[in-house]
């Protein structure tokens, strides 16, 4: 099952995607993809709709029918940092004995062919494909046994990333990972019922046409079950919540010579069975 967010930014509708790769409606039955709708009783009860039974939706996703992120009211969006030891390596970072945790603010949060601003002092705007995964079920502690069975969906997300405010500007990460537009979500929310591993999904990222990153989930250093049980030790976890589970190499940062974001560019990116984003790179305000 592929559910959605499909409509104008600030009222987007939940949908469900068909067979045939358009939307229907889903407002009928529940008030958006979020919280309540993500816990397992919910999605079960979803899973069990004729998609042909509910109202279609006008319009060709992504195209001319505008996609918001796949996930609304995130309570915590959660990153994980250098969890592909080749990004560590072209990061010039060693890889971390223990998951290292990091945060986006969800004011960043946009939908999967938004434009990504570059904001206002950049000069390091970066590009980072990564798997999401949304929580569907709460818990704290969870043994990692049952990790999976918090699981409500999978997702594309683009971690975008201002190198010189993350790692320059006398703090944590999250100075230079959660600015407005960084966080470009969807395009739909992936049960994990359509996915046959997890674990082994290609991911790519073009700028301009030019392919930047190609990988692999296969490479992840910590595994999903891992980071949902180690991240559960820290905070509860709850229905909604997303964790971005890291990029594979190639970022700009990583260039010879260095690359960034400056406006003007295109972005594409997606992952084997959960789609694809495009976004335009806007310049920062003067």
Same mark, same amino acid.
């Given at each position: 099952?592929?559910? !959605?967010?499909? @409509? ?6 939940? @949908? ?51 996609? @918001? ?140 046409? !030019? ?68 976004? !335009? ?6």
């Amino acid at each position: 099952m592929k559910l !959605v967010r499909y @409509g104008a930014e600030g009222a987007e509708k939940p @949908g469900m995607l068909d067979a045939t790769g358009y939307v229907r409606d889903l407002s009928g039955l529940i008030d958006d993809v979020g919280r309540d709708a993500l816990l397992p009783d919910s999605i079960a009860r979803l899973a069990g709709i004729d998609p042909g039974s509910l109202p279609l939706v006008s319009g060709t996703p992504q195209e001319n029918l505008r996609l @918001g992120a796949c996930v609304s009211g995130i309570g915590k969006f959660i990153c994980i940092g250098l969890n592909y030891a080749d990004h560590a390596a072209e990061a010039g970072m060693d890889i971390p004995a223990e998951p290292i945790i990091f945060n986006k603010w969800t004011s960043a949060v946009c939908g999967p062919n938004d434009p990504i601003q570059v904001p206002r002092g950049s000069t390091k705007t970066d590009w980072e494909v990564e798997l999401g995964v949304v929580i569907g079920q709460s818990g704290s502690y969870i043994d990692e046994a049952n990790a999976m069975d918090h699981v409500a969906g999978f997702c594309v997300i683009n971690d975008v990333s201002e190198r010189d405010f993350q790692l320059n500007r006398s703090g944590t990460w999250d100075k230079g990972k959660g600015c407005d537009t960084f966080g470009p979500t969807g395009p739909w929310l992936v049960t994990p019922d359509e996915i046959s591993n997890v674990n082994d999904l290609a991911m790519w990222l073009d700028v301009d046409g !030019v392919r930047m990153q190609s990988g692999s989930t296969s490479t992840l250093i910590f595994k999903i079950p891992h980071l949902i049980a180690y991240c559960s030790q820290f905070m509860s976890l709850q229905p909604g919540d997303v964790i971005s589970t890291g990029t594979p190499p190639g970022v700009g940062m990583g260039q010879n010579p260095l690359r960034f974001l400056h406006g003007g560019e295109t972005v594409s990116l997606g992952i084997e069975g959960l789609g694809q984003q495009t976004n !335009v790179v806007l310049p920062s305000a003067k």
